[in-house]
């Protein structure tokens, strides 16, 4: 490729040295041991190995080790160990050095670092499910002895997303989705919220490019009446905090593009009706923590003085931090124009924390504090996902999801312990929280000195009490309402002890089933009888085989000396009554699909070249992506769809990136219409809509609730901006409030 901006070798030679340069000022500048030399030897090490390699891009691949050393540094706050490791990251991956070549130059803590931060081949998950999710299992695994493995990685995907640009659009889908869906929350949970934000930002710019420009300028014209609206909020309190005496930084806060779209989605609102735009951020200085909590309070006064409090939306987390050492005071206050605005109230020593996170809790920490023992809960959550032993890839992803980064509730033992858990945990999963035993013994509990079943789900500040009895047996469904992994494994653990003999007798079975048909018993075979019957684990399958739910009548087509699984429906009758042997034979494939070609998407009368997703409902104008699926067609999903989140993160291999071409039939949607009801309203609105811009309507569903009136109305579209015509028509009749397109899917 060409070098970058046509820059000579020299010149080229000249901006590397210039960058290595800038990572170690900045080291220099850092409050660490000044271990100049090793990083220097790392530098030239990395250099030496990636000679002659360039980026997509067309620059020098080393300048990729040194923006990531330079954000491991800088914007995490990390030590010489870890800058070496981010200068190395992918010299074992992309050149012929080893893990042991690292281990005798740099020692081993260096070397492990870069052997968690190196990507695997091939995996658990089986050759149909891409390496990501088995990538990511790994790094978990080293997370988990070395919590900076999962810092550097942050800081690698940070520097990617800021240079997916040079990428294809197929891969700018997948690198975006993944990192929505997992690294983003993953930055969240470690405490590293600059970088949970720009994550998120960079993912949205490149799944929904359109949007994010209009936002981005609605933000920048509004910029002046908001530094308006924020001087008059702010100009009292500052009036106060210096008559205190208190040496302090206020700025305003504003809300990430990300953050304003996912309001205007979820609210179904116009961004002139995101008010909440800004938060005030007071940071204060002090130098002796314990004086910490009573300068937040005495602030808090001070501003509730002033202004209105919001009585629900005050957030103590000075006394309770969250499970990433978050500490601030935050209130909402009724400002001057009539608005809600958010002050957060912190010390520096808390805002260090809060931009860099665990990082920063190295800084502060003496001896063994409340931050350790709530990162060790943390890592001990990982290891219990991780010890499922036959993961399926989606389940593994989505379980790490719940667990990780949903929001977290604190219960209390009648004896007043304090129990974090995950949001929607049940009575079950404190009873595994608290011991196995008790979890697999539970038969309900008591909330709040109220007796509630063992699917209970908890609430913040609930007491709870476990009531267990020595007759109860663990059972199966339990699974379908426990949200913990640590429940989930405690549970498949307890059932998998009472099921052995039965999974091991159906294990037999299929073993000699497939023997029977001269079929060697591989992974894509066993997923293929799984996939039949319906079934997602192994021993889910062995069990319905050793219980006799389902059975195998098997014969062998006798001119077909060594079967291939694609024929492997031939091969066996299903021997029960709710199945049916399917004779016909298979359709023609379709055509084979190029992931790395823009797929462009056609439905016209009966030809149709892609299938809709069931989760989510696309129109042409909606940014859509393609997922090849099991029978090798496009399936499309909205971007913002769920499931789309989980199989961009899981599937990167077979997304596809497409282009609406030519649909020429009407496509449903839904329509959420609210506004104050009056006589005629209702027939004004189906007139407007079936005889005036002649759109069909599919269904109409209308509550009323004294005054006003929620419909929801579907009918049938050719595009997104008919969807768009009509809410705009519709707004205008008398008395309508709001009208937007909905996704049910997709609604919180």
């Known amino acids: 490729m060409n070098r970058p901006s046509n820059l000579t070798l020299e010149?080229?030679?000249?901006?590397?040295?210039a960058e290595f340069a800038d990572v170690l000022n900045g080291y220099l500048a850092s409050p660490h041991r000044k271990k100049v030399e090793i990083i220097e030897r790392a530098f030239r090490f990395a250099k030496m190995a990636h000679k002659g390699i360039r980026r997509r891009s067309g620059e020098p691949y080393i300048l990729h080790p040194i923006a990531v050393a330079k954000i491991t540094s800088q914007e995490i706050g990390l030590g010489s160990t870890s800058i070496c490791a981010?200068?190395?990251?992918?010299?074992?991956?992309d050149t012929e050095y080893t893990v042991e070549d690292i281990r005798q130059h740099f020692g081993r803590k260096i070397a492990d670092l870069v052997s968690g931060l190196t990507k695997i081949s091939g995996g658990i998950f089986g050759d149909k499910a891409s390496a990501q999710a088995e990538n990511f299992r790994k790094l978990l695994l080293t997370m988990s002895e070395d919590i900076r493995v999962v810092l550097i990685k942050m800081a690698d995907r940070l520097h990617n997303m800021r240079t997916l640009s040079s990428m294809p659009a197929s891969k700018q889908y997948k690198i975006a989705g993944e990192t929505l869906y997992i690294y983003a929350p993953l930055a969240h949970r470690l405490g590293l919220f600059p970088i949970k934000t720009e994550l998120e930002d960079l993912s949205f710019k490149y799944e929904h490019p359109a949007v994010y420009e209009r936002i981005s300028s609605q933000i920048k014209d509004s910029e002046a009446k908001r530094l308006e609206v924020y001087s008059d909020f702010s100009a009292p309190i500052l009036?106060?905090?210096?008559?205190?005496?208190?040496?302090y930084e206020a700025k305003a806060r504003v809300k990430s593009v990300y953050s304003i779209?996912?309001?205007m989605e979820t609210k179904h609102i116009p961004f002139e009706e995101v008010y909440d735009l800004y938060a005030m951020r007071i940071i204060f200085d002090c130098d002796d923590p314990s004086k910490e909590k009573n300068i937040c309070w005495n602030i808090y006064s001070a501003i509730t003085d002033i202004y209105r409090l919001h009585p629900e939306r005050t957030r103590d987390w000075i006394s309770t931090p969250k499970?990433?050492?978050y500490q601030a005071l935050h209130l909402t206050v009724m400002g001057p124009d009539g608005n809600w605005v958010e002050v957060q109230i912190r010390s520096k020593r808390m805002d260090e924390i809060a931009e860099k996170g665990f990082a920063a809790h190295w800084k502060y920490k003496i001896g063994h504090g409340d931050e350790e023992s709530e990162l060790t809960v943390?890592?001990?959550t990982i290891k219990d996902i991780l010890e499922d032993p036959n993961p399926n890839a989606v389940d593994f992803l989505d379980t790490l999801k719940l667990n990780l980064f949903a929001a977290e509730i604190v219960v209390f033992t009648p004896k007043g312990e304090l129990v974090t858990l995950p949001q929607h945990s049940t009575v079950l999963d404190l009873a595994y929280a608290l011991h196995t035993q008790l979890g697999n013994t539970c038969i309900a509990g008591k909330v709040n000195h109220k007796l509630v079943p063992l699917s209970h789900r908890l609430q913040s500040g609930d007491q709870v009490e476990v009531l267990t009895s020595l007759n109860q047996k663990p059972k199966e469904e339990w699974l379908e309402f426990l949200a913990t992994a640590k429940a989930r494994t405690r549970l498949r653990a307890a059932l998998r002890r009472?099921?052995?003999?039965?999974?091991e007798r159906g294990h037999k079975l299929l073993s000699d089933f497939l023997a029977e048909g001269q079929v060697e018993e591989t992974n894509e075979v066993i997923t293929k009888i799984m996939r039949y019957f319906h079934i997602t684990t192994r021993d889910q399958l062995y069990l319905s085989l050793g219980s006799e739910e389902i059975t195998l009548d098997g014969y062998v087509l006798k001119d077909s000396p060594k079967t291939s699984p694609g024929l492997l429906k031939k091969i066996f009758r299903i021997g029960t009554s709710s199945k049916k042997e399917n004779k016909e034979e298979p359709a023609a494939p379709p055509a084979p699909v190029n992931p790395k070609e823009v797929y462009e998407l056609e439905l016209d009368g009966d030809h149709q070249n892609f299938t809709f997703s069931p989760c989510c409902h696309p129109i042409p104008g909606d940014d859509v992506m393609g997922f090849i699926n099991e029978e090798g067609k496009v399936e499309i999903h909205d971007l913002t769809c769920p499931r789309a989140q989980v199989l961009k993160a899981t599937y990167g291999p077979r997304i596809v990136a497409t282009t609406w071409k030519r649909v020429d039939?009407?496509?449903p949607a839904i329509i959420a219409i609210d506004g104050v009801d009056r006589h005629g309203i209702l027939q004004e609105l189906t007139q407007l809509i079936s005889l005036q811009m002649h759109v069909d309507i599919r269904s109409l569903h209308i509550d009323t609730d004294n005054e006003v009136f929620h419909c929801a109305l579907g009918v049938l579209v050719r595009n997104a901006d008919d969807v768009k015509q009509l809410c705009a028509r519709v707004k205008k009749i008398k008395g309508v409030q709001r009208a937007s397109r909905i996704d049910p899917a997709k609604e919180e």
Request: glycine content about 8%; charged content about 35%; overall charge negative.
């Open 665 to 667: 039939r009407p496509l």
């Open 86 to 93: 981010a200068l190395l990251h992918d010299v074992v991956e």
């Open 498 to 503: 009472e099921q052995a003999p039965v999974i």
């Open 11 to 17: 010149e080229e030679e000249r901006l590397i040295e």
């Open 239 to 247: 009036e106060r905090l210096e008559g205190m005496g208190i040496n």
């Open 261 to 263: 779209w996912r309001k």
């Open 323 to 325: 499970a990433n050492g």
């Open 378 to 380: 943390w890592l001990r």
